[in-house]
């Protein structure tokens, strides 16, 4: 079983609908940029403003904006990723009740429920020692 980690959003302009998002819901907002993350963005040449991955925090899980231009048939606009604690398992068992996999990745593992719908399973972030 898992926990919804985030809740992302393919767009094509993150950062306008990133803000749009974080202005409609109660307790959310746009994640701040620190001096690291304007520093390797720049690398990249690019700013906040053109990043393609936005991250916009609040009460729930958190919401993702990332770039994917164009609309594609085979892919949702919206998808949950679902964070779990053995992903190997989870995938067995999902797949056990009609899930596909999609495709599998080093942190996480793109499948479709039974109707299609895709949704990320994502590797449960470990706690780390103080």
């Not at 700013?47 to 990332?66: H, L, R």
């Not at 989870?90 to 999609?102: P, Q, S, T």
Request: aromatic share 6%.
């Amino acid at each position: 079983m898992g926990a919804i980690h985030e809740i992302v959003f393919d767009c094509d302009k993150p950062a306008l609908l990133a803000q749009f998002w974080a202005e409609l819901l109660d307790g959310y907002a746009v994640r701040d940029y620190d001096q690291a993350e304007i520093a390797r963005l720049a690398t990249l040449g690019l700013t906040p403003e053109t990043d393609p991955t936005v991250m916009v925090d609040g009460p729930g899980p958190s919401i993702c904006f990332q770039n994917v231009e164009g609309r594609r048939p085979d892919n949702n606009r919206v998808h949950f990723d679902v964070e779990v604690a053995q992903r190997s398992d989870e995938v067995e068992r999902l797949k056990a009740n009609g899930a596909e996999i999609v495709r599998v990745l080093p942190t996480y593992t793109v499948m479709r429920d039974p109707e299609g719908n895709q949704f990320c399973l994502v590797d449960q972030r470990q706690a780390i020692a103080a």
